[in-house]
């Protein structure tokens, strides 16, 4: 049974515009998210963080929403520039916070010049 | 500083065989976790080595085992392989000092079983 869940397998954008990436998790227990990137041939890299006692945490172009009630978070990316196109993962720690991460499938993200 | 370095980078077996790959963490990193990321699905665990221990286990079978040496390098070794264990292996690594959040990625060794 996936406990995290990213439902848009892909998603293009133009250039300079926002992108929208979501993932919804099924435990209401979760309390610590990560957004990863990934390049093909590289490892995933970790992008932002959020803990569950905050709704929003913000790092340049990147901010994370969590809607604890919905037991929902999205990735917004303004401006999105064409090297942002790699696959974002969504994971969390769960509820023990010992270093396990659940990761949802995967958003392809394209963001066309 | 070399980041989380991993070997080999791809690999071919064939099924029944054995297979070990390589992990070597990040400078000052003492945890160990393994990944198994199959086309089109997110990285799942496998297993965390700590203090040469497993810590950790997820829905893997025994076929999966692991080792972490005094220097924190570790090998995950699968036996008796199956198609469905070809996918690309990741390695992570992580301070228990500074609180399991931070990990870092290999790149990740594909293993395809024919």
């Known amino acids: 049974d996936q406990q995290v869940k990213q439902n848009s397998p892909s998603l293009s954008v133009q250039e300079g515009r926002i992108s929208i990436l979501n993932c919804d998790y099924t435990?209401?227990?979760?309390?610590?998210f990560l957004w990863y990137k990934k390049y093909p041939a590289e490892g995933p890299t970790f992008l932002i963080s959020?803990?569950?006692?905050?709704d929003k945490n913000e790092d340049g172009r990147f901010t994370v929403f969590l809607n604890k009630s919905a037991k929902h978070l999205s990735l917004h990316i303004v401006p999105s520039q064409p090297g942002d196109s790699a696959v974002y993962f969504c994971?969390?720690?769960?509820?023990?916070?010992?270093?396990?991460?659940?990761f949802g499938q995967g958003t392809t993200l394209q963001v066309k010049p | 500083d070399a980041g989380v370095t991993q070997s080999p980078t791809h690999l071919i077996k064939t099924r029944g065989q054995q297979v070990t790959l390589r992990c070597s963490p990040k400078?000052?990193?003492?945890?160990v976790s393994w990944y198994q990321q199959a086309l089109g699905q997110g990285p799942q665990f496998i297993f965390q080595?700590?203090?040469?221990?497993?810590?950790q286990r997820g829905n893997f079978p025994d076929r999966f085992s692991g080792h972490q040496f005094p220097n924190y390098s570790s090998e995950l070794n699968v036996n008796a392989l199956l198609l469905g264990d070809s996918a690309l292996y990741l390695c992570?690594?992580?301070?228990?000092?500074?609180?399991?959040?931070?990990?870092?990625f290999g790149p990740g060794t594909r293993l395809t079983v024919t």
């Open positions: 992570a690594s992580s301070s228990q000092t500074s609180g399991a959040y931070e990990q870092y």
């Open positions: 435990n209401s227990m979760f309390d610590y």
């Open positions: 959020i803990s569950s006692i905050k």
């Open positions: 994971a969390t720690m769960g509820s023990s916070n010992t270093g396990k991460l659940i």
């Open positions: 400078s000052g990193h003492d945890t």
């Open positions: 080595y700590y203090e040469e221990e497993e810590r």
